[in-house]
Nanobody, 116 residues
Framework: QVKLVESGGGLAQPGGSLTLSCVAS????????MGWYRQAPGNQAERVAS???????EYADFAEGRFTVSGDTAKNTVSLQMNSLKPEDTAVYHC??????????WGQGTQVTVSS
């Protein structure tokens, strides 16, 4: 069974940066969507950023200008560069990869904590 594994989370100071990465445990064919979502305690999950197979990216308002999503559908990898981090960015971040089928895969999440 395909698994998505995230890495790169951890503790950052306000204003700092982190880069999250997500890789599939085995090849996933025909990926057309890759994205990052986050969920803070007591909050609903929300989409952070996404990238489609045609290269089109979309960002949540809170991520625009601070976060950058990139992905390689052939390598089944997606990354999220996060700059100018704020305490309110603290959450568990999950990656998602969707392929024709549809086949929808989610990672188990990586904790991001922004605190001084």
């Amino acid at each position: 069974q395909v698994k998505l594994v995230e890495s790169g989370g951890g503790l950052a100071q306000p204003g700092g940066s982190l880069t999250l990465s997500c890789v599939a445990s085995e090849e996933i064919a025909s990926i057309y969507f890759m994205g990052w979502y986050r969920q803070a305690p007591g909050n609903q999950a929300e989409r952070v950023a996404s990238i489609r197979s045609d290269g089109k990216t979309e960002y949540a308002d809170f991520a625009e200008g601070r976060f950058t999503v990139s992905g390689d559908t052939a390598k089944n990898t997606v990354s999220l560069q996060m700059n100018s981090l704020k305490p309110e960015d603290t959450a568990v971040y999950h990656c998602r990869q969707t392929a024709t089928g549809p086949l929808d895969y989610w990672g188990q999440g990586t904790q991001v904590t922004v605190s001084s």
